[in-house]
């Protein structure tokens, strides 16, 4: 095994969570990790800031890979509240389900959730890519403001509301849009952009046709009194 | 903020350890609500014609021999009494307070750290076949053992909250006048209170949770106990967490997965997150 191919492992059942963050922190901090018996542990490898691989074996509670910048988290399970909030860069994986307010007020980087998402995914994005192989509740990309929510299943109620500039594709049903999101026409570089995210979230076996567009009507941008019911 | 802990035993195995599990549970959310805590457990049913009361002293010292055979646990005691002793016990001893009543349910709760409740309260002994559990972070009233949950307004039944009613007030008003018995300012005995209301009314506990959604304003995370089963229910909005796990041994509940991932084959269970609005019951086979 070459040192590049050496792997740190974790196992959080015997050490602290902060040992765990302070050495994915550090300055010299190693290529790949591997972290056992997370146990719905609040906080795993937050605030990264290299390019470092990380993969997670088990449930891990709030705020997983909070904050992430150029780092791959991959999580072989399920992720609670707030999976990746404000991620700046990289790539968050779960192979399970993502709770409420997945991606929130992310700026960049990419976020693949192979099961659901729950209510609020992409809750003020500002940037980030989410791709849900699954479905997603309600409130979703609520206040998006840029980047793109692709979704394979089916989306809940209030979808987009008071969305500015993000993009959302939705293969499924929709619950009900929320106020000034409206249905928009599918043209070929949406196509293409549809392909281009499935790929990178490692999805290409979905027709990237079968995605029907939603974005904002731009009524709420600046408060008008004649509005005023919408808000 | 507070936990929520609920346990369903689907084997043998996890009956005969249902306090311990429940206790374990109750420790992971202790950072959720340090102020107060509190268990409830259905076992064994009562003898025909006696009700299992669990009563709370707020006196160290009392003398709990002196009610018959009462199993006690800290400043609580079970008691096993006919209608007749009940009333002449407690019109007797008008400083013990009556915390739950019935054929299955015992109840305990007190206003200390959870992680001391699970200690002082011996739950690792107690066997039963479901049970629900509560660490509180108060909002809506002060901490004392009476305002800590689980709350329980009728026979075998109660319910642990995550969240705040906003119309509790008026529904405590309303459900007076229908004969449901308050003891404290909290917004969480009124749920209580509307859930016993409805079962007496003759709704399904899923038909009175139903209604829960239509009149209850606020925001919740409910789990309920009865004699025969245990529900969940998340308001429309669902700001409050939770979350459901099942194996073939148990179906469990909590505020979050560490509460979860305590318990035996919890890596290899089926995890989701419960919908907004969705009535989750568990049931056994109703006691004879």
């Known amino acids: ?231 | 903020m507070c936990g929520i802990v609920g346990l369903f035993a689907k084997s043998r195995e996890v009956e005969d350890h249902l306090g311990a599990h429940l206790g374990a549970m109750l420790g992971q959310m202790a950072d959720r609500g340090p102020d107060s805590a509190g268990i409830a457990l259905y076992r064994e049913p009562a003898p025909d014609g006696m009700t299992k009361y669990s009563l709370y002293s707020p006196d160290p010292d009392e003398d709990w021999a002196a009610l018959g055979e009462a199993e006690v646990h800290s400043s609580h005691a079970v008691v096993l009494l006919d209608d007749a002793d009940a009333e002449r016990l407690l019109a007797e001893r008008p400083h013990l307070q009556v915390v739950s009543a019935g054929r299955r349910i015992e109840m305990f709760k007190e206003a200390i750290d959870p992680r001391e409740f699970v200690a002082r309260f011996g739950l690792d002994g107690i066997a039963g076949s479901h049970g629900l559990g509560h660490t509180r972070m108060a909002t809506e009233s002060k901490v004392t053992t009476a305002g800590a949950h689980p709350f329980s307004t009728g026979l075998d039944l109660c319910l642990v909250h995550n969240g705040s009613l906003s119309n509790h007030n008026r529904l405590r008003q309303r459900l007076r006048r229908e004969g449901i018995a308050f003891a404290t300012e909290n917004d969480t005995e009124v749920a209580a209170g509307f859930l016993t209301w409805r079962l007496r009314e003759g709704d399904t506990l899923q038909a009175a949770l139903e209604r829960c959604l239509v009149e209850l304003d606020g925001f919740y995370t409910f789990a309920v106990g009865t004699a025969d089963g245990f529900a969940v229910l998340r308001d429309p909005i669902a700001c409050k967490p939770a979350v459901m796990a099942e194996t073939d041994a148990w179906v469990a509940m909590a505020s979050e997965y560490r509460a979860i991932a305590v318990l035996p084959g919890a890596e290899q269970a089926r995890v989701w997150e419960p919908e907004p609005a969705q009535v989750y019951v568990w049931e056994r086979e109703p006691v004879a």
């Not at chain 1, 605030?47 to 074996?57: I, K, M, N, T, Y």
């Not at chain 1, 076996?205 to 008008?224: C, E």
């Open chain 1, 1 to 231: 095994m070459t040192v590049a191919e050496a792997v740190e492992t974790v196992d959080l059942a015997s050490t602290p969570l902060r040992d765990l963050n302070a050495r994915l922190h550090a300055a010299d901090v190693a290529p790949r990790w591997r972290v056992l018996n997370p146990a719905g542990a609040h906080a795993v490898a937050v605030g990264l800031d290299a390019d470092v691989e990380v993969d997670v074996d088990g449930h891990v509670g709030y705020y997983c890979a909070g904050m992430n910048k150029r780092a791959t988290v991959r999580v072989h399970g399920n992720a609670g509240v707030g999976l990746a909030e404000n991620i700046m860069s990289g790539r968050v994986e779960v192979d399970g389900y993502a709770g409420q307010s997945c991606g929130a007020t992310g700026r960049g980087g990419l976020i693949v959730v192979r099961g659901d998402a729950s209510a609020r995914c992409g809750i003020s994005m500002k940037g980030v890519d989410i791709v849900v192989c699954g479905s997603v509740g309600h409130m979703s990309a609520f206040m998006g403001q840029k980047g793109r929510l692709v979704v394979l299943g089916d989306a809940g109620e209030a979808l987009g509301d008071s969305l500015y500039e993000a993009r959302l594709y939705v293969r499924g049903s929709v619950g009900s849009l929320g106020a000034d999101c409206v249905e928009k026409e599918v043209r070929d570089e949406h196509v293409a952009e549809i392909r281009e995210l499935l790929q990178a979230a490692g999805a290409s076996g979905v027709d990237a046709g079968g995605f029907r567009r939603y974005g904002s009507a731009r009524r709420l941008y600046t408060f008008d009194k004649d509005n005023a019911g919408s808000y």
